[in-house]
């Protein structure tokens, strides 16, 4: 079993930035993807970024050049950088490693507005 809790989630202005961070404890050996997602009020959920095991990265055409994923091995710890950040990235995101099977985190709220 792998558990994930996200935390950095929280109130922002447009143009600003936030990191948020997924912590994983329990058995993550057969994980080979990582990824966020988020899911705005009343939408699909929708892929954020990914990056697999070889740290190559994958990021949906709405926050490329804007938000950084990247992982931290020795502490199990996966990550999104969020720069200039606009009201359309309001949403719940959610963290999820895959492996034998998909885990997901909580979610956390980031909220842009003025």
């Known amino acids: 079993q792998v558990q994930l809790v996200e935390s950095g989630g929280g109130l922002v202005q447009p143009g600003g930035s936030l990191r948020l961070s997924c912590a994983a404890s329990?058995?993550?050996?057969?994980?080979?993807?990582m990824a966020w997602h988020r899911q705005a009020t009343g939408k699909q959920r929708e892929l954020v970024a990914r990056?697999?095991?070889?740290?190559?990265?994958v990021y949906s055409d709405s926050v490329k050049g804007r938000f950084t994923i990247s992982r931290d091995n020795a502490k199990n710890t996966l990550y999104l950088q969020m720069n200039s950040l606009k009201p359309d990235d309001t949403a719940v995101y959610y963290c999820?490693?895959?492996?034998?099977?998909?885990?997901w985190g909580q979610g956390t709220q980031v909220t842009v507005s003025s």
């Open positions: 990056i697999f095991n070889g740290a190559s990265t």
């Open positions: 999820t490693f895959v492996g034998l099977r998909q885990y």
């Open positions: 329990g058995s993550i050996v057969s994980i080979n993807t």
